[in-house]
């Protein structure tokens, strides 16, 4: 059995469950989520998906969306979301460049 720890850029980064979860909304930008979903899906306990979720809303990174009675977070597309977004993107850059520099060519034969 193989397992994939690799962690995402913010993550990598801050190497924190705050850092997970901002790199679970850019990479989930066009979707919206529970709690639970988010906890699930980012292997964080719930408790701590509440409070982290608290903190981005205070600082308007996501944004909540009401479906009947249940609460959704979704990215919020802010200034700084952007500016995460771009970093993320460089990140990602910068490792495939890395990758590529650093394979063997393959030959080609006729």
Do not use: C
């Not at 994939?4 to 989520?33: C, H, M, W």
């Not at 998906?49 to 802010?78: A, D």
């Amino acid at each position: 059995m193989i397992k994939y720890n690799r962690k995402r850029p913010i993550e990598n980064l801050f190497g924190n469950d705050i850092a997970r979860v901002l790199d679970f909304f850019i990479f989930n930008k066009d979707f919206s989520y529970s709690t639970k979903e988010i906890s699930i899906l980012t292997k964080i306990s719930y408790q701590n998906i509440q409070k982290i979720l608290l903190t981005l809303l205070k600082k308007e990174i996501i944004l909540t969306s009401k479906k009947g009675n249940k609460t959704f977070y979704l990215n919020n597309n802010s200034q700084l979301g952007k500016n995460l977004l771009d970093f993320v993107n460089s990140s990602l850059n910068r490792e495939i460049e890395t990758h590529i520099k650093n394979s063997p060519t393959l030959e080609i034969q006729r």
